[in-house]
């Protein structure tokens, strides 16, 4: 288990504390065997025989618009999150947008930063949509 304090460090114990008295419950483990994190309601604070800690907090998703780089180059449909009818062909790409061609020959352009927003992409003729950009995960 990733844990949320350094408790090597007398702040980290300290941190480890405060949280306690905040939501009344936490994590312990032996420090001489190799143990799996246990729940504990009333902890001894006995640092010398255990280590008590929480969970690190999970990575949060985030959705950055896609790059020039970033982007599919093969063939891709995108269309209006709102409007799930319009389905436009992408043409061609640019350093900074997206070109498309309507199904009636309308030509247009996105940036990366409307696309993310406002659009989804299907690789494979509209069987699934996926959205304009790329997933990563941040630490909180």
Not at 16 to 24: I, T
Request: charged content about 20%; some cysteine.
């Amino acid at each position: 288990m990733k844990v949320k304090f350094d408790t090597s460090t007398v702040e980290g114990k300290i941190a480890v504390m405060q949280e306690f008295a905040k939501n009344r419950g936490g994590f312990w483990r032996f420090l001489l065997r190799d143990q799996e994190w246990q729940h504990i309601s009333i902890p001894s604070w006995n640092w010398d025989s255990f280590d008590y800690n929480y969970p690190a907090d999970p990575p949060r998703k985030v959705l950055k618009p896609w790059t020039f780089e970033t982007a599919p180059k093969c063939h891709v449909l995108i269309k209006d999150k709102s409007v799930q009818q319009l389905i436009r062909a992408v043409s061609c790409w640019s350093t900074n947008a997206l070109h498309t061609l309507s199904p009636h020959f309308e030509a247009s352009t996105y940036t990366w930063d409307y696309l993310v927003t406002n659009y989804e992409h299907s690789l494979d003729n509209g069987a699934t949509w996926h959205p304009c950009g790329i997933e990563t995960e941040e630490s909180l």
